[in-house]
T-cell receptor, first 112, second 117 residues
Framework: ELKVEQNPLFLSMQEGKNYTIYCNYS?????LYWYRQDPGKSLESLFV?????AVKQEGRLMASLDTKARLSTLHITAAVHDLSATYFC????????????FGKGTSLLVTP | NAGVMQNPRHLVRRRGQEARLRCSPM?????VYWYRQLPEEGLKFMVY????????ESGMPKERFSAEFPKEGPSILRIQQVVRGDSAAYFC???????????????FGPGTRLTVL
């Protein structure tokens, strides 16, 4: 069974600081996805990483993928309060239709 | 282009009743997925459907749960004789044509939050 592990699961950080969220997965996968979820809301797509060495950036968030290490990172630069949310990584579950296997999520709180 | 639509957004049922959750995919999307999210957990895959066909239901409990995606109308996830453990958020996602090597991105609806009393 494909396993997806994120760490940390909870993260409290001060505004202006940098931090990295890690996502490990257990089986070769072609695609890795990062989503954001605000409390009581749906999932918003942040990044789709398609190949080894892929790096994508949007604002203060940057995601990278190392398929050989089966590792993706989500780096937060100079955090602001608006980034407070839960962040999920997901990989194709090797099922038909490319259904996703999700990590448990990283709950991020950015404080003044 | 409207996003993925789900209704109802909140549903309260008593134990033993039936719950019917509806999902209308984005226009032009023919692939529908249902996921369940328990409190403080990530999403778990339940079932993948195309029009009139269940392609993969390996994540769905064998009893009480069923899904359909008819030729006309929304996809429906039905839970019969609900129990307290069915309380969760149920998300539907849709995707356009899937391609090997493509993004195959899934777009999520707002979810239905089911509470079983």
């Amino acid at each position: 069974e494909l396993k997806v592990e994120q760490n940390p699961l909870f993260l409290s950080m001060q505004e202006g600081k940098n931090y990295t969220i890690y996502c490990n997965y257990s089986t070769t996968s072609d695609r890795l996805y990062w989503y954001r979820q605000d409390p009581g809301k749906s999932l918003e797509s942040l990044f789709v990483l398609l190949s080894n060495g892929a790096v994508k950036q949007e604002g203060r968030l940057m995601a990278s993928l190392d398929t050989k290490a089966r590792l993706s990172t989500l780096h937060i630069t100079a955090a602001v309060h608006d980034l407070s949310a839960t962040y999920f990584c997901a990989v194709d579950a090797l099922r038909s239709g490319y259904a996703l296997n999700f990590g448990k999520g990283t709950s991020l709180l950015v404080t003044p | 282009n409207a996003g993925v639509m789900q209704n109802p957004r909140h549903l309260v049922r008593r134990r033993g009743q039936e719950a019917r959750l509806r999902c209308s995919p984005m226009k032009g999307h023919s692939h529908v997925y249902w996921y369940r999210q328990l409190p403080e957990e990530g999403l778990k895959f339940m079932v993948y459907l195309q029009k009139e066909n269940i392609i993969d239901e390996s994540g769905m409990p064998k009893e009480r749960f069923s899904a359909e995606f008819p030729k006309e109308g929304p996809s429906i996830l039905r839970i019969q004789q609900v129990v307290r453990g069915d309380s969760a958020a149920y998300f539907c996602a849709s995707s356009p044509l899937l391609k090997t090597g493509g993004k195959n991105e899934q777009f999520f609806g707002p979810g239905t939050r089911l509470t079983v009393l």
